[in-house]
């Protein structure tokens, strides 16, 4: 397990991320447990794997651990309010969906549809143009994903809400923005039939990995993979509608 070595900065954000380098050497965004986001860094690190599985582009990320007296030279900073935080890899030079202009070309654009798909699998109610990068890769962009705080349309959730997450539609403008850029439909089979196949024992696996002081009760990692489970069954049906509505604008 790695550990942070030197503090950079306070990032920008209602996650009050803080950018340091850790002892292999490179740059982490890492999060910290706050009041009133108790599943945040639960959701992150579900997102994460599950988002790695699939091959989307999201960063490396790990569960670190941050001595208790690291920042006592900082005094404006709080953490660690728990001994893990989620770490993830920081990426230099790019730029979110606002500040990007025009785009001519995504050079990973077979990625995109697995976005959507994962979103709407794991409720992501927070895919904005903020939470979407894209770094120059010659002549075009490459997409990177972040942020997966909000999945189980909370960074807050109850056992129970996980019953009854919604298979509506998702509000977002940066979904409608990115399935413009997805060169087949046929790319949005090939992502459900790999969530289809993703095997139960891994997805309790990546709960059972969660630490204790995360705030995720043995039953609530049970619920997860219950709901994980039953919502991607529904997933085709829900992506049936997506396309439809996307194709109506």
């Known amino acids: 397990m790695i550990k942070p070595s030197c503090f950079k900065k306070k ?14 050497g490179n740059d982490y965004v890492v999060k910290d447990m706050l009041p009133g986001f108790e599943k945040s860094l639960a959701n992150e690190w579900i997102g994460y794997c599950i988002g ?3 091959g989307l582009p999201i960063p490396f ?9 690291f920042f006592k030279d900082q005094p404006t900073i709080e953490m660690p309010h728990s001994p893990h935080q989620f770490a993830s890899l ?8 606002h ?6 070309e995504i050079s990973n654009a077979s990625c995109l549809a697995g976005i959507i798909v994962f979103d709407y699998w794991l409720y992501n109610r927070d895919r904005t143009r903020k939470n979407i990068l894209f770094q120059e890769d010659g002549s075009a962009h490459s997409v990177i994903i972040i942020d997966h705080a909000e999945i189980f349309n909370s960074y807050n959730w ?25 060169p087949d439909k046929k790319m949005y089979d090939e992502f459900l039939e790999n ?11 990546i709960v059972d990995v969660i630490p204790e002081e995360w705030n995720v009760s043995a039953e609530e990692k049970e619920e997860i993979v219950k709901a994980l489970i ?20």
């Open 230 to 249: 039953k919502r991607r069954k529904k997933l085709p049906q829900i992506i049936k509608r997506f396309l439809k509505n996307s194709d109506l604008q």
């Open 90 to 97: 920081y990426v230099p030079l790019c730029q979110n969906g």
């Open 158 to 182: 109850h056992k129970d809400d996980l019953k009854k997450l919604p298979t509506g539609m998702i509000k977002s403008a940066t979904h409608q923005f990115i399935h413009s850029f997805v």
């Open 195 to 205: 969530i289809q196949s993703m095997p139960i024992h891994l997805l309790q696996e």
């Open 52 to 54: 790695r599985f699939l």
């Open 61 to 69: 990320a790990q569960i670190i651990e941050t001595p208790s007296d």
């Open 99 to 104: 500040e990007v202009g025009k785009l001519k």
């Open 11 to 24: 990032l920008e954000g209602k996650s009050q991320s803080l950018l340091l380098t850790c002892s292999d």
